[in-house]
């Protein structure tokens, strides 16, 4: 059968995330197509080739894009069989089951996506009762086949040491052992894992190496959930390849739990590691469930650059909680830490959202804020307990995206933000802007991604 896959967002990485199902699609002997539209035109003619069409939908930003498009297909193909697979497929299914698409998979979704495909070559064709399927078992693991999308110059790079270097994305890892209420990936797992082998990483890698690829990174939700077998991977992968670096996302809690693991993967070639930080306040960060405080947070980003490695923070500086002063705070510590040159400032712009299904939503101090589900942009509203917090959020994401327009560095950026958030939190001195002004220009060179992403 002739499938179509089609990704509108991944993170500015190469998608895994049509790769990994069009070799299982191809190993049960179906013929594919995949469409990257964030680095590829619109190809009408690969949708008027497709039998089906499948919606990758691994993010938010991914999800809100593929709506848009399904309903440009199905308009020009109503007869099409659809499918939405990945993290956000279940999200909002009153406008997808039966109206966009015929099925949804979310979890592991390689082994649903070829028997829903099986199903319509045998012309068992339609909606079944549920139209939607949370898979967490799975056949086999299959080489992605890289063959078919863009090459890697097409995607985001690694600057480091005053050069760029292509990147090459993989996963270690599905799932996460850990339930932060704020992140859609235990909505779905639940509190498991599931590995890919080895050797189906490094073959990944292998063709990844001959692709031009000088840097992998590793986008498990925590790398160090196994990390036995993470670290397996990487000194595998360093044995063979002595020349890639690599960059991971892991907790707090796992970086100060593994002391002794960061000298071997400092030597593995890491330069720096995604650790979601999110917030100082630990009022806040007991909320969301994100099992570290400020201190450790810190002790964190120590421990890390004792053995020669950059931490690149995620953050949620705006939730139903925030004061001026919790903002404030954030770039204090930033400043204190360090950081100015490893945080996107998109970062600092960063909204909660709440998803169908968010386990925030069940949460005591969280019902006073809630408003109504906004089907346009997949979550539920919310009001913050600080009227200024909202403008100012608004107000941030347009000066970051006007700056960003304009090819400002980080550190000018920052400095705008920072007196922003400083006039909001009522300082009328600005005690930090000559710490700030040295940071901004001593941090030149330090490892970073060039697309700045987001969920």
Known sequence: MRVLLVSTYELGHQPLHLASPAAALGRAGHEVRCLDLSAQAMDEAHFGWAEAIGFSVPMHTAMRLAIRVARNVRTARPEVPTCFYGLYAPVSRDLTVGVLADRVIAGEYEPGLVAWVDALKREQVGVD???????????????????????????????????????????????????CRHCPVPVVYDGRIRTVPRPVVLDDIEQLVGMGARHITFGDPDFLNGWRHSLLTVQEMHARWPELTFDCTTKVEHILRNPSLWHQLADAGCLFVVSALESVNDTILERLDKGHTTAQASAAIDLLRAHGIEVRPSLLPFTPWTTPQDLLDIMSFVVEHDLIENVDPVQYTIRLLLPEGSLLLEHPDMRPHLGPYDPEHLTYTWTAAHPVVDELQTELSALVERELAAEQPIGAIFLKIYRRVLEAAGHSSDPLEQQVAIAAGSVEGRPRLTEPWFC
């Open 129 to 179: 009762q549920e139209g939607s399927l949370i898979q967490l078992e799975r056949s086999p693991f299959a080489v992605p086949a890289r063959d078919l999308l863009p090459p890697l110059d097409r995607y985001a790079r690694l600057e480091v040491a005053g050069e760029e270097r292509l990147v090459g994305y993989v996963e270690a890892s599905h799932g996460c052992a850990h339930r």
